[in-house]
């Protein structure tokens, strides 16, 4: 089995347990945050996010075009202020929009696995802009699909808080929580 056959089939598994998982929000709960600490996004922020974690990215790996994933508001950032806080982030419109912009990034995705070859995956180095350390271009599509699992698990937890009825399957994609 090669890089490409391994990330695609991580990537039809990740895509398809983040789409069950933002399935189970309705639109009222997206102005929806922990009430506890601070700097959280609400569900609209995290979801918005969400369908820019991999595929944008692995373009601009791939191709060496890169481009903003238009989930910030940069003119809520401070000058010098490395990271955006949660306020900066914008919110996905509805859950609908959420799952056909999961599903147009996961085609991006795939899309630049393709465009790959097996041994650009396992030779070819490339840096990225917020880290000019050069990394496999395998492993720097294997890191933007780990970014979009941690927000996976990010919103499995959000759901959990919200009291929805999700188990350890629901993160998993084990057994039949995932729909078709």
């Not at 030779?123 to 050069?134: D, E, G, I, L």
Request: hydrophobic residues 40%.
């Amino acid at each position: 089995m090669g890089y490409k056959t391994l990330l695609k089939s991580q990537i039809e598994d990740t895509y398809a347990v983040t789409d069950a998982l933002i399935a189970m929000v309705d639109d009222a709960e997206l102005s929806w945050k922990p009430d506890r600490g601070e700097n959280w996004w609400t569900v609209a922020q995290l979801l918005r996010h969400i369908t820019v974690s991999c595929g944008i990215w692995c373009k601009g790996f791939v191709t060496g075009t890169w481009g903003d994933a238009g989930d910030v508001d940069y003119d809520q950032v401070p000058e010098g202020q490395e990271l955006p806080t949660a306020d900066a982030y914008r919110p996905a419109e509805s859950v609908e929009a959420a799952r056909n912009a999961l599903a147009e990034d996961k085609r991006v995705a795939l899309s630049m696995i393709d465009l790959a070859t097996e041994d650009d995956l396992v030779s070819k180095a490339v840096t990225a802009p917020w880290n000019p350390t050069p990394r496999v271009l395998g492993l720097r599509l294997l890191d933007m699909l780990r970014h979009l699992e941690s927000h996976k698990a990010q919103l499995y937890t959000y759901l959990k808080l919200m009291g929805k009825p999700v188990h350890t399957g629901h993160l998993w994609g084990m057994g039949n929580v995932v729909e078709d």
